[in-house]
């Protein structure tokens, strides 16, 4: 498992991971900064099962979750557990989404290109994580991996192009 990129929004860590093609990893899913709360699959695909051991068996695994392409996971479940992820032959690309603390909620909202939306921050503070790129939040260039926060009372505009993703997190 390759870690691409890690992006600090001082609320949440949101990092770009790529699994190699029959690849099998087990990490303990906890802590501030480590704790996998949701997954969005950007390519390929996994399955991910949780394990009683940090080196289980084949007969340990249990409860699977079948992860596809284009689809955000709530893996909140599995917190406290050690999880198992197993690639096939294509391998996989993902963002995942770790709470700091690891107790707080994120709410996620994955936005696909060619759109323009307003984006209103009633009472919570969202921010805007360009997972792929360009993407504009009221004039600003956004690349893949950067992120603009709309604080609370704020609003924003929100124009991505065909072929661009990103994600709405309100904490």
């Known amino acids: 498992m390759i870690s691409n990129t890690i992006i600090n929004t001082n609320g949440f860590l949101c990092c770009s991971v790529y699994q190699s093609p029959n690849e099998s990893v087990t990490y303990f899913n906890d802590n501030n900064g480590h704790f996998h709360a949701h997954i969005y699959m950007l390519e390929g695909s996994m399955t991910a099962y949780e394990s ?3 080196i289980p068996s084949e007969a340990d695994l249990m409860v699977k979750l079948q ?5 955000l996971y709530d893996v909140t479940h599995t917190r406290g557990k050690y999880v198992t992820a197993i690639t096939g032959d294509n391998g996989a690309a993902m963002v995942m989404f770790n709470p700091v603390p690891a107790d707080k909620p994120l709410n996620i909202e994955i936005l696909n290109g060619n759109q323009v939306k307003e984006i209103n921050a009633i009472d919570k503070r969202i921010t805007i994580v360009c997972i792929t790129g360009p993407i504009d939040v009221n004039g600003k260039n956004l690349k893949t991996t950067q992120y ?8 924003a505009t929100l124009t991505m192009e065909e ?3 990103c994600a709405l997190v309100t904490e």
């Not at 992860?67 to 689809?71: A, D, I």
């Not at 603009?148 to 609003?155: D, E, L, Q, T, Y």
């Open 163 to 165: 072929n661009t993703i």
């Open 67 to 71: 992860m596809v392409r284009g689809t």
């Open 148 to 155: 603009a926060v709309v604080f609370p009372g704020k609003s």
């Open 52 to 54: 009683p051991t940090e």
